[in-house]
């Protein structure tokens, strides 16, 4: 059972986790400008020339740039200055990869910011609130979630979270500038890391097979996918609890483009059942609406096992431990979230141990995974190439099945093409030897973006961007995979042996 203690989070876990050396003090600078490296000079092997828009590589690197730095807010990065202007927590993962190739600093500061809103329980919220930011500015604010001071200094966040996307990016960071401060930054990020994945492990382990439980669709990063529909529908639609409440997406972004009143109405029943219930997450099933699996939530809660290995190996800690966790979730997934009628993986309800019908794009990303199962990882990619998702030399994967009757190219998740789910599935391709297909993949990815810009996501046919137009994960994810030529940037062998065990 989780509870709000009171004790503070650097003592809970630095005490408890690992006996690393203490890190040096953070960084304090506020409102630096970046040290920006200039752009690889083998960036444009193997891309060819676009006559639409006539930018440059070189164009887009600078406007990616132009993107983090417009949205750089004292000590992190926000999403987007309209849509989204506090801190997001796997948003943070994303950016500072991207930022680790610009300006290393920067990218460190970004996610101690959020690991400062760090529960004593190991949790970490899916947003960080910027006290300059008045509560009318996002919904659900501060006010919503009333999580109290765990702490002194404890910044405020919301009580769920996100994919623990965290360790992986810690680990891109340091292997691109390994020098002493990305060292002392590897110790202060590892116990806070444990923490967050025991937490995740533990407690969120509701359906007791060894995988973490969502407990409301934000919680899953992919919010608004139709992989929550069945599961959701055990949550009364109530417009009342709308009442007095003002949305705050529906202001600045097209209402067609986002989740309906409906289900607006479920995500704030849902975030104020868990609230009222004090974010305990003892009995889940038994005591909340919405209690379910989902495989790239889980495919990263492995991954990140196997980064934490690589970080612990640096640090002289024994790497044994996580890759064996980071084996038995991929295992879990497999056994767990298989459906051998799609041959692909779907959510499951924990409540009623049914799978998701709905082929989503979630449903692909365990591809990451190095320990997938070959067959596995060779139906994913063929799902990934099929009519279903068309992934192809045009167009990025989509996020949501093309030929389902209630595929919407507009509606956020529910069909429309994400960067950061591409970035993750090219890594698979890669991982899983198929370094043609994920040169492939970065290619339509980088067209995509020089064609509509650095929006938030993408409309799957005729590519015109969507959602927020400056959207940092995007620009980050743009610049690491502008630096990376050909999609191959691999680990050298021996970090590869830290990582994958093998
Ligand atoms: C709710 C910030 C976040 C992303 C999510 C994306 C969207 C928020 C919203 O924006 O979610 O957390 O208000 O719709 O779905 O993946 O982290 O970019």
């Known amino acids: 059972m ?20 203490a890190p040096a003090a953070g960084p304090t600078t506020t409102g630096t400008p970046p040290t920006l490296t200039t752009r690889p000079a083998a960036l444009d092997a193997g891309y060819p020339a676009d006559s639409v828009t006539g930018q440059t590589l070189d164009d887009l690197w600078h406007m990616a740039r132009a993107v983090l730095d417009a949205n750089w807010s004292h000590n992190h990065t926000v999403p987007s200055r309209t849509l989204y202007p506090h801190q997001w927590s796997w948003d943070a993962a994303f950016i500072s990869i991207g930022l680790a190739r610009v300006n290393p600093q920067r990218a460190w500061q970004d996610l ?14 899916h947003i960080v609130f910027d006290p ?10 501060p006010t919503f979630w009333q999580v109290p001071r765990l702490r002194p200094g404890h910044s405020d966040g919301t009580g769920i979270v996100q994919p623990p996307a965290h360790a992986i990016a810690v680990w891109e960071i340091y292997r691109r500038s390994p020098d002493d401060r990305s060292l002392a930054e590897l110790r202060w990020f590892y116990p806070r890391l444990v923490a967050a994945q025991d937490y995740l492990l533990t407690c969120r382990d509701a359906g007791r ?50 989740p309906t009143d409906e289900d607006y109405a479920r995500f704030v029943a849902l975030a104020l059942a868990y609230r009222d219930g004090g974010y305990r997450d003892d009995d889940l099933p038994g005591r909340h609406d919405f209690v379910v699996e989902c495989p790239t939530f889980n495919a990263l809660l492995s991954a990140a096992e196997r980064a934490l290995a690589a970080i612990a190996t640096v640090i002289g800690v024994d790497p044994g431990p996580h890759l064996a966790r980071a084996r038995r979730i991929t295992q879990a997934i497999d056994e767990r979230l298989w459906n051998p009628q799609t041959g692909m993986y779907h959510a499951l309800d924990v409540r009623t141990g049914r799978l998701s019908p709905a082929r989503c794009v979630s449903g692909l990303v365990p591809l990451i995974l190095p320990d997938l199962p070959a067959p596995r990882a060779a139906a994913l990619m063929a799902m990934a190439e099929s009519a279903r998702f068309g992934i192809s030399a045009a167009m990025p994967v989509a996020s949501y099945d093309r030929t389902a009757d209630d595929f919407d190219p507009v509606r956020y998740w529910r069909g429309p093409v994400w ?20 040169a492939q993949l970065r290619t339509a990815m980088l067209d995509l973006v020089r064609r509509s810009g650095y929006y938030e996501y993408f409309h799957p046919v005729t590519g015109d961007g969507v959602g927020s137009a400056a959207f940092s994960w995007t620009a980050a994810l743009v610049l690491d995979l502008l630096a990376d030529p050909e999609g191959l940037d691999e680990v050298t062998s021996d970090q590869a042996a830290a990582v994958t065990g093998r």
């Open 2 to 21: 989780s509870n709000i203690g009171t004790t503070t989070a650097t003592e809970t876990l630095d005490a408890s986790t690992t006996t690393a050396a």
């Open 112 to 125: 101690r910011s959020l690991f400062l809103a760090q529960w004593p329980d190991g949790r970490v919220p």
């Open 209 to 258: 097979g060894g995988l973490a439980s969502i407990v409301h669709p934000w919680e899953s990063g992919l919010d608004n996918s139709p992989a929550w529909d069945a599961a959701l529908s055990a949550v009364p639609a109530d417009l009342g609890v709308l009442a007095g409440r003002q949305r705050h997406d529906n202001r600045v972004a097209a209402v067609a483009h986002r």
């Open 419 to 438: 960067i950061n789910i591409n970035w993750l599935l090219c890594r698979g391709l890669r991982d899983h030897g198929r370094p043609a297909q994920a």
């Open 132 to 141: 300059n930011v008045a509560e009318r500015d996002y919904f659900p604010g």
